[in-house]
């Protein structure tokens, strides 16, 4: 079931609101978590029923060894480290045989010219997000760091709808400390008010914007055999704000759905094109899951605690893996080489104590991340370097609509058709521009929500964002949701 479907919205989202907190006006605190649970689980099952015993599965074994490493017993086979190594085993395993199974499969026929068959594995729904959290709660529980044993505690937690299938990437003690709070269990209308605010906002970045860029990044990466410059600079751009709408407004959706649950949500995104170096970057995109990298995979291969090459390497490894978890591919794998190479080249110029300008370093930021995204969102190598050819290939070609307003350049620039593949955008220039003056100059949502009152103005706002209600007819996915 998706955020941006009419079932959701006019069915699943009401039904579920209103006996929830019904159930908490009668005082049946466990039943409105049990119900919670449900729900959240039939929110889950709507895509594919059959992976339903796997999050079961999953919830179950995380659930009953986080309770052990947090009140060890005595055990002779076992240490509490070794119980650890288990557990992120299991996830690590169950993540990798769904995830990448046919990946490893296709290698080895690759480079050893066997004929394993593939085993056609559909990726389950939310694996890679759910496996995650889990294995923050097992760290945690061995470091001692969760109280919380209920088990319909600890599923609210992991199958909360809000954050089910996409994230953000939450911790056990951010979350279960909310829904114990008795004024978290009646009606609180600002937050109703505030998270409706923010989740039409996120439906009108999915839907209105999002969606739009979609089909630009689909004509240029898919569907082109191959592109001149502006082409391929309006195919990159595509994606890239497309991809940005896209995650952005599912986690302003997700954060604006649990404040109607009086629960709140991390913040996971705050205006990451605004950064000046790559470092800065991944302080603003997809938070939690730097968070995650940094906590999880970072600092206990040594952070920079072991000197400055390991230093390097450790942030290089890191970011492979990060490309690794996005998708089974070698395009992710090399994306996140490129973005691991770039914070180990950030590192070593701040050695130097040579400062940009702030203009220049947003500039070198952005464009590396934009050509970046090119390998990210390619089908294949081939496909990226056929965006990236055109993009540096200098064949430039302007719109005839330009002539007059660069006549002083005439005789230097070629004006004409400038795109066969996009003759009928006419407007796509003015969308590029209004979404970089929107990611760029705009007050990001997070800042929206914090300055959020139930005044005349707020209420337009919200209304002209749910005017996106009326393109739900058109079916699309979250990006997100196929990582």
């Not at 939450?170 to 505030?194: G, R, S």
């Not at 040594?302 to 230093?311: D, V, Y």
């Not at 998708?327 to 994306?335: H, R, Y």
Request: charge should be positive; charged fraction near 15%.
């Amino acid at each position: 079931m998706l955020f941006n479907s009419y079932e959701f919205i006019f069915l699943f989202l009401p039904i579920v609101y209103f006996v929830y907190f019904y159930l908490n006006k009668k005082h049946l605190t466990e039943a409105s978590k049990a119900f919670l649970v449900f729900a959240s689980l039939f929110f889950y099952s709507w895509w594919n029923i059959k992976y339903l015993p796997l999050i079961l599965i999953s919830m179950i074994f995380n659930y009953s060894l986080g309770r052990e490493l947090a009140h060890p017993k005595k055990m002779k086979s076992l240490s509490k480290k070794k119980l650890l190594w288990v557990g992120v085993a299991f996830n690590l395993g169950l993540l990798g045989y769904f995830k990448y199974m046919d990946f490893f499969i296709a290698n080895i026929n690759r480079f050893t010219g066997s004929e394993f068959k593939l085993l056609h594995l559909a990726l389950p729904l939310a694996i890679s997000f759910y496996t995650f959290q889990q294995i923050a709660y097992l760290v945690d529980s061995y470091r001692s760091e969760t109280k919380e044993y209920d088990f319909l505690n600890y599923a609210v937690f992991v199958t909360f709808f809000p954050q089910l299938i996409a994230g953000p990437i939450v911790h056990h003690k951010e979350m279960m400390p909310q829904f114990a709070k008795i004024k978290n269990k009646v009606v609180n209308l600002e937050n109703v008010a505030a998270g409706l605010f923010i989740f039409f906002m996120g439906l009108f970045k999915k839907v209105v914007i999002a969606d739009t860029f979609a089909e630009w990044a689909t004509q240029g990466f898919d569907l082109a055999k191959e592109l001149n410059m502006l082409e391929a600079w309006s195919a990159s751009l595509s994606y890239t704000f497309q991809l940005y709408f896209d995650f952005s407004g599912y986690t302003d959706m997700a954060i604006g759905l649990a404040l109607l649950f009086n629960i709140k949500l991390p913040t996971n995104f705050l205006s990451p094109y605004k950064a000046t170096s790559i470092q800065d970057f991944w302080r603003r995109w997809h938070i939690t899951l730097s968070h995650f990298l940094r906590d999880y995979i970072y600092i206990p291969l040594g952070g920079n605690r072991k000197g400055e090459a390991r230093t390097y390497l450790n942030l290089f490894i890191t970011f492979l893996l990060g490309g690794l978890w996005h998708g089974a591919g070698w395009t992710f794998i090399f994306w996140g080489a490129l973005h691991g190479a770039a914070l180990v080249i950030h590192r070593a110029w701040q050695k130097l104590k040579i400062k940009l300008p702030v203009i220049l370093a947003w500039f070198i930021t952005f464009n590396f991340i934009n050509i970046a995204w090119v390998f990210f969102r390619a089908k294949s190598f081939d496909d990226a370097l056929k965006v990236l050819k055109g993009m540096f290939s200098g064949n430039l070609i302007l719109p005839q609509s330009l002539s007059d307003l660069l006549s002083l350049l005439r005789g230097s620039l070629h004006f004409g058709e400038w795109s066969k593949l996009y003759a009928n955008e006419s407007y796509m220039g003015l969308w590029l521009l209004i979404a970089f003056f929107v990611v760029v100059a705009m007050p990001n949502s997070m800042e929206w929500k914090d300055r959020f009152k139930t005044n005349f103005f707020y209420l337009l706002l919200t209304l002209f964002f749910a005017l996106s209600l009326f393109m739900l007819y058109k079916k699309s996915e979250f990006l997100y949701f196929n990582f």
